[in-house]
């Protein structure tokens, strides 16, 4: 028999080899599917983040905008339709009118009372007032993002729009000024109507 250097070398002892046990089948699928969700979760969350988020941030701004600029612009229409109306002083929507003559005791049908123009708000002390009240909305936002930043401030901005708008008309609009107007016309009329003798 032919010696080759298989017989140098030492082989371990065949009693003391030990079989390896075989990992459960079911244990590694359960191990393999956690991985692949883990990879796919990770993936879907990078779009969401990097894609789907700035669209829908977008969107919301741009929501915000249009509500914002519809609103502005519902006002303005509200304010320039006040103006183009063409109202009747009180006295003339008497009754019991005669001729030339009408009757002294004259009147509205609702008295306005002392109690009822003491109610009716003065523009600028309600303007005073949202002044106030956004003031002490963004001291308490500021508050509470006093340690991160943020970029929403979509309400002051609506605010600060609705407000510049008011400031703007307010000189013209108002239920105090209107009722102040109209006074004015119906004590100069009734002084007319006594110099040129329609009322004895």
């Known amino acids: 028999m032919i010696s080759t250097h ?16 075989l990992r459960n089948p079911t244990l590694t699928f359960i191990q393999n599917l956690f991985n692949n969700v883990g990879v796919a979760s990770s993936i879907i969350y990078a779009l969401l983040v990097m894609v789907v988020k700035p669209i829908l941030v977008k969107q919301f701004v741009q929501r915000c905008e249009l509500s914002a600029e519809t609103l502005i612009d519902v006002r303005k229409l509200v304010i320039f339709l006040q103006k183009k109306l063409n109202t009747t002083p009180i006295a003339v929507l008497g009754y019991n009118e ?3 003559y009408v009757e ?10 002392a109690t009822t123009l003491g109610k009716v708000e003065c523009p600028l002390v309600r303007i005073k007032s949202k002044l106030q009240e956004l003031n002490d909305d963004l001291d308490t936002f500021n508050k509470i993002n006093l340690n991160r930043s943020t970029t929403n401030i979509d309400y002051f901005n609506l605010s600060t729009k609705l407000l510049v708008q008011e400031i703007k008309h307010a000189d013209d609009t108002g239920p105090l000024v209107d009722q102040q107007t109209e006074i004015v016309s119906s004590i100069r009329e009734i002084k007319g109507w006594f110099v040129s003798g329609k009322i004895r």
């Open 104 to 113: 002294h005791t004259t009147q509205t049908e609702e008295d306005v009372d």
């Open 98 to 100: 005669q001729g030339k």
């Open 6 to 21: 298989w017989d140098k070398v030492d082989w371990p002892d065949q009693s003391k080899i030990r079989k390896g046990k």
